[in-house]
């Protein structure tokens, strides 16, 4: 008989449990599509792209819409550090070269030509290699590489520029 009495109890409040989920269902469902409805219009409205907290990387462009671009027409470049603690002067001689986006707005444009800006691209590298000593350097490469990459894409614009490579690095 208890076994009865308990399997009666179970089963009333399995039946309340799904009455009461059918409930929060039918409730939040539609609300929740409204409210996704209103985000999109007002994206829309204001021309937002809704994939913009997504970064403008190498890794979201396929390899078939990457252009390479040598600085320095592919020969290397001598930069020096930040003097260490020792006073002594260390460098990075480095072929650098920047992936560009071949469906950019920028890159399409007929009346820019990368070549033109290139002085402005090797003095902002220099610039960023030279607040490192040769230490934090070699400790952590892609801090550098994604600190230039992220100041690149300030000047220039953030989907035209998508890489920066270092083909060949010394550090000395």
Not at 77 to 91: C, E, L, P, R, V
């Amino acid at each position: 008989m208890k076994k009865n009495l308990i399997s009666v109890i179970i089963l009333a409040l399995v039946i309340a449990n799904f009455v009461l989920t059918a409930l929060l269902v039918f409730t939040i469902l539609p609300e929740t599509k409204k409210a996704n409805q209103l985000i999109e219009s007002v994206c829309s409205a204001i021309d937002l792209d809704l994939n913009s907290g997504a970064a403008s990387g190498l890794s979201n462009v396929p390899i078939d819409q990457v252009d390479d671009f040598p600085l320095n027409g592919g020969e290397t470049m001598t930069i020096s550090f930040k003097t260490d603690d020792s006073g002594t002067a260390h460098y990075l001689v480095a072929a650098i070269s920047l992936s560009l986006n071949k469906e950019s707005d920028v890159y399409k444009d007929k009346n820019f030509d990368i070549t033109t800006k290139e002085n402005l691209i090797k003095a902002e590298v220099n610039t960023i290699v030279g607040q490192y000593t040769m230490d934090a350097f070699n400790a952590d490469k892609q801090a550098v590489y994604d600190e230039i990459l992220s100041s690149l894409q300030d000047m220039l614009g953030a989907d035209y520029i998508v890489g920066v490579n270092f083909t060949s690095s010394l550090t000395q």
